[in-house]
Every structure is written in structure tokens, then in C-alpha cells.
């Protein structure tokens, strides 16, 4: 078996609806530019208030993917 190693970025994912969504949005736009995403880790959970009293959830989560 060969070893293997993975490399990790940091994403802020924000949505209108949720936390989960804020997260789903992340990991959906990297896995726009990224191959082998292995998993995710959730960093900082935050949010936006908006002048018309809307609420963004934001999520900072670290994507690792498989060096290859």
C-alpha cells in the first residue's frame, strides 16, 4: 500500500438559509477546482447582518484533497 498525502485549504461558504448550507456551498465551489476532496473539518462558524435585517450564515471549513 502506498502512503498517501493530502494537502488542506481553507473555505468561507455563506448562505441565506443555514450553517449546513454554508457549508454545502464550500464544499460544492471546491469541488469546482479541486480533485480527490477527502473530507472536511469546520473551523469557525459566523454571521452577517444585513441592513434589511437578512442574517448570512458563514462557515469556514478546511477541504483536504489527496496529493497525487
Avoid: H
Wanted: net charge negative; glycine share 8%.
Amino acid at each position: 500500500m502506498a502512503d498517501r498525502v493530502f494537502k488542506k485549504i481553507s473555505v468561507t461558504g455563506c448562505s441565506t438559509e443555514s450553517y449546513e448550507k454554508a457549508i454545502e456551498a464550500a464544499v460544492e465551489k471546491a469541488s469546482e477546482s479541486l480533485r480527490g476532496l477527502a473530507w472536511f473539518e469546520v473551523k469557525e462558524f459566523r454571521g452577517g447582518l444585513g441592513s434589511n435585517g437578512n442574517i448570512e450564515w458563514q462557515a469556514t471549513i478546511d477541504v483536504a484533497f489527496k496529493i497525487d
